[in-house]
T-cell receptor
């Protein structure tokens, strides 16, 4: 498997524009996580899904942020409208629920978002 | 409140063992100790985890104290490619959302 795939790797957009970040989890994984990393706040969980259903979105900073998982192989994180303070690296991660074997989270390479 | 306490930074000579400590005095009985690392410009990478027994894999060893209030990650022969930020994270399972602290920035020096 190619691992967790995120696109784009880099995004530069103007304030007020809509931004959509994409994630393809590892095939067969049933948990998907979105994190954001900034120098000031470090790595923070935004939202996570189990079997395509959002479980906890309390980390989503405000209504401008939304995330969807229409199927098991694709998720999006949308920011509308974007603001300069949204500039960060956004990571997607996936993991497999397995009661027999302890599991781990696999992270993508991240999307570096710059809002000017 | 921080769940873990780790040194901000550490240096290690290439080829030597790197010992990274972590205090997690409030860890729950059902929480594992997970270690991840983040190499510059990459996503975090799983290293190892344990509950109460010491663990070893191809990347590292994990030593957990008997009271489970602290642990040490050991990279037996550090290389330049081990330069990264190392995170110690208590979690119930690998499917639990990870709560990242500030971690330890390890610099391996030639």
């Amino acid at each position: 498997d190619a691992g967790v795939i995120q696109s784009p790797r880099h995004e530069v957009t103007e304030m007020g524009q809509e931004v959509t970040l994409r994630c393809k989890p590892i095939s067969g994984h049933d948990y998907l996580f979105w994190y954001r990393q900034t120098m000031m706040r470090g790595l923070e969980l935004l939202i996570y899904f189990n079997n395509n259903v959002p479980i906890d979105d309390s980390g989503m900073p405000e209504d401008r942020f939304s995330a969807k998982m229409p199927n098991a192989s694709f998720s999006t994180l949308k920011i509308q409208p974007s603001e300069p303070r949204d500039s960060a690296v956004y990571f997607c991660a996936s993991s497999l629920a397995d009661n027999l074997v302890n599991t781990e989270a696999f992270f993508g390479q991240g999307t570096r978002l710059t809002v000017v | 409140d921080a769940k873990t306490t780790q040194p901000t930074s550490m240096d290690c000579a290439e080829g030597r063992a790197a010992n990274l400590p972590c205090n997690h005095s409030t860890i729950s009985g059902n929480e594992y100790v997970y270690w991840y690392r983040q190499i510059h410009s990459q996503g975090p990478q799983y290293i190892i985890h344990g509950l109460k027994n010491n663990e070893t894999n191809e990347m590292a060893s994990l030593i957990i104290t008997e009271d489970r209030k602290s642990s040490t990650l050991i990279l037996p022969h550090a290389t330049l490619r081990d330069t990264a930020v190392y995170y110690c994270i208590p979690a119930i399972s690998g499917n639990t959302p990870l709560v990242f602290g500030k971690g330890t920035r390890l610099s391996v020096i030639a």
